[in-house]
């Protein structure tokens, strides 16, 4: 099967355009949306990161969470509150916003109310919900499986495509090794990148899932680590997760950025993608 790139680059649409400034796009933001004051909190501060260092920047945050380990875990305020929160996000500060989706009802209703809709890993070998997400014409951002290789991605991609929707990315969130970890194979990026715009999820990539107590846990000292291996191999996109206070966040505050380190990280970034341009 021979692809096309550029039929798949999202490089000519304007909000996550970052081919002119030469930079990587990012993707950021909670976990999920606990409610509208920590998500405008969140939001005003990586704006104004993103834009002094000309940073394409999609404000991401999941309307509810509902792949959880325990049944009793967060899985979400409301899926409408939630949304209507996204979009005040967007319009408050001009930025477009990403959410996942887990049902084919979830793909029309959020695609009322965000730019990008993401098709969480466990769920990326679901046609039906690949297809519902792909006829919303908006912008379908597809996660590699744990379980998956990066050479079968092209088969999520091309049925993206084979909807007549060319604005598809992927995302490396890492593979599963053994049972309670994670690991990057960085060979994945530029063979992802014969099919589509590819993003690395850096924070997930760090989970250490089926922990014994139900609550999944992570390394976010190795989130510098992991990010800079990414760009440095010519990565398309950075996917980051933060929290003012990761401590209590109701969803993965075990593997989340602390909001306060995202400037330090996001400027060793430009300046490592900076060095690589010029080769």
């Given at each position: 099967m021979?692809?096309?790139?550029d039929?798949?680059?999202i490089?000519?649409?304007p909000q ?8 990587f796009?990012?993707l950021?933001?909670?976990?999920a949306i606990e409610?509208e004051e920590?998500?405008?909190?969140i ?9 002094q260092l000309?940073?394409p920047?999609?404000f ?7 792949n959880r380990s325990?049944i ?7 899926d409408?509150?939630?949304l209507?929160i ?5 319009e ?6 990403v ?22 890993a466990f769920?990326v070998?679901?046609?039906d919900?690949?297809m519902a ?7 379908v ?9 990066p050479?079968?991605?092209?088969h999520?991609?091309q049925?993206?495509?084979d909807?007549?929707?060319?604005n598809?990315?992927v995302?490396?969130?890492?593979t599963?090794f ?8 960085f060979r ?6 014969q099919?589509?715009?590819?993003v690395?999820?850096v924070?997930?990539s ?8 139900g609550?999944?846990?992570?390394r976010?000292?190795?989130i510098?680590?992991?990010a ?5 191999v010519?990565?398309?996109g ?11 966040a ?7 950025l602390?909001l306060?380190y995202?400037?330090g990280l996001?400027?060793?970034?430009v300046a490592i993608?900076k060095?690589i341009?010029?080769f």
């Amino acid at each position: 099967m021979q692809f096309e790139k550029d039929k798949m680059n999202i490089k000519h649409i304007p909000q996550i355009n970052h081919t002119e400034s030469g930079n990587f796009f990012l993707l950021a933001g909670p976990c999920a949306i606990e409610g509208e004051e920590m998500a405008l909190r969140i939001a005003e501060k990586l704006v104004g990161i993103t834009d002094q260092l000309k940073i394409p920047f999609v404000f991401k945050g999941s309307f509810k969470k509902a792949n959880r380990s325990r049944i009793d875990s967060f899985s979400g305020i409301g899926d409408e509150k939630a949304l209507r929160i996204l979009r005040k996000v967007s319009e408050t500060f001009g930025v477009p916003t990403v959410t996942d989706i887990h049902t084919n009802e979830d793909a029309a209703m959020a695609a009322e109310y965000v730019d990008v809709l993401q098709i969480p890993a466990f769920l990326v070998r679901q046609t039906d919900l690949v297809m519902a997400a792909a006829e919303t014409g908006k912008i379908v951002n597809l996660k590699k499986g744990q379980f998956m290789s990066p050479e079968s991605m092209k088969h999520a991609v091309q049925k993206v495509l084979d909807c007549q929707n060319p604005n598809v990315m992927v995302t490396d969130r890492g593979t599963m090794f053994g049972y309670q970890d994670m690991i990057v194979d960085f060979r994945g990026i530029p063979t992802m990148q014969q099919y589509a715009t590819t993003v690395l999820d850096v924070t997930h990539s760090l989970q250490q899932p089926n922990q014994t107590a139900g609550v999944t846990g992570g390394r976010p000292d190795m989130i510098e680590t992991v990010a800079k291996a990414g760009i440095a191999v010519g990565v398309d996109g950075i996917f980051i997760e933060t929290h003012f206070d990761p401590a209590n966040a109701k969803s993965d505050g075990a593997n989340m950025l602390h909001l306060d380190y995202f400037e330090g990280l996001m400027r060793k970034l430009v300046a490592i993608r900076k060095t690589i341009n010029q080769f």
